[in-house]
T-cell receptor
Framework: AQKVTQAQTEISVVEKEDVTLDCVYE???????LFWYKQPPSGELVFLIR??????QNEISGRYSWNFQKSTSSFNFTITASQVVDSAVYFC?????????????FGGGTRLMVKP | DTGVSQDPRHKITKRGQNVTFRCDPI?????LYWYRQTLGQGPEFLTY????????KSRLLSDRFSAERPKGSFSTLEIQRTEQGDSAMYLC???????????????FGPGTRLLVL
């Protein structure tokens, strides 16, 4: 069965610090997809990134970067020079290719608080 | 292109009452998903539709829950005889049909927050 673990329930940093959010997953499939979503206080889940299991190339988008390592089943998310607006709950999610509906399995989320 | 919309955004009801939520997906997205999120937890899958067909239901979806997508556009989620344990955020998401060899991203609505007293 698929499972996603986000061991950090809450992280607090001061603005401009770098912060890494950890995500570890379990799956028996060789083909799967990993996601990160952001949930601000308004409640809406905002899509950030999607990765398939065959693409281990790290990605950078502005202040955001993602490190995907199949060897450790991890898909970590780093925010560089954090800002107050980054304060939110961040979710890592997994979808297996054998799952016909492509439904997502989410981790428990990491609440990030960025203080001015 | 407007995003996924959900109505109402908030609902307070008394135990035993029936409630119905609506979701309007992004136009031309043929897949629609319902998730439930309780406080401090990640969303959990409830059910999904491809066009008007309900193709998968989670064991979380008890007999008191029913979902429909009659014309393959908007969807409704009804909870009958609500219980306090039904209090949660109900999230709807939509995605286009998966392309060959791929998977399409799910885009979420703002959710309906239900409180059962």
């Amino acid at each position: 069965a698929q499972k996603v673990t986000q061991a950090q329930t809450e992280i607090s940093v001061v603005e401009k610090e770098d912060v890494t959010l950890d995500c570890v997953y379990e799956t028996r499939d060789t083909t799967y997809y990993l996601f990160w979503y952001k949930q601000p206080p308004s409640g809406e889940l905002v899509f950030l990134i999607r990765r398939n299991s065959f693409d281990e190339q790290n990605e950078i988008s502005g202040r955001y970067s993602w490190n995907f390592q199949k060897s450790t089943s991890s898909f970590n998310f780093t925010i560089t020079a954090s800002q107050v607006v980054d304060s939110a709950v961040y979710f890592c999610a997994l979808s297996e290719s054998t799952n016909a509906g492509n439904m997502l399995t989410f981790g428990g989320g990491t609440r990030l608080m960025v203080k001015p | 292109d407007t995003g996924v919309s959900q109505d109402p955004r908030h609902k307070i009801t008394k135990r035993g009452q029936n409630v119905t939520f609506r979701c309007d997906p992004i136009s031309e997205h043929n897949r629609l998903y319902w998730y439930r999120q309780t406080l401090g937890q990640g969303p959990e899958f409830l059910t999904y539709f491809q066009n008007e067909a309900q193709l998968e239901k989670s064991r979380l979806l008890s007999d008191r829950f029913s979902a429909e997508r009659p014309k393959g556009s908007f969807s409704t989620l009804e909870i009958q005889r609500t219980e306090q344990g039904d209090s949660a955020m109900y999230l709807c998401a939509s995605s286009p049909r998966s392309g060959q060899g791929g998977l399409e991203t799910q885009y979420f609505g703002p959710g309906t927050r239900l409180l059962v007293l």
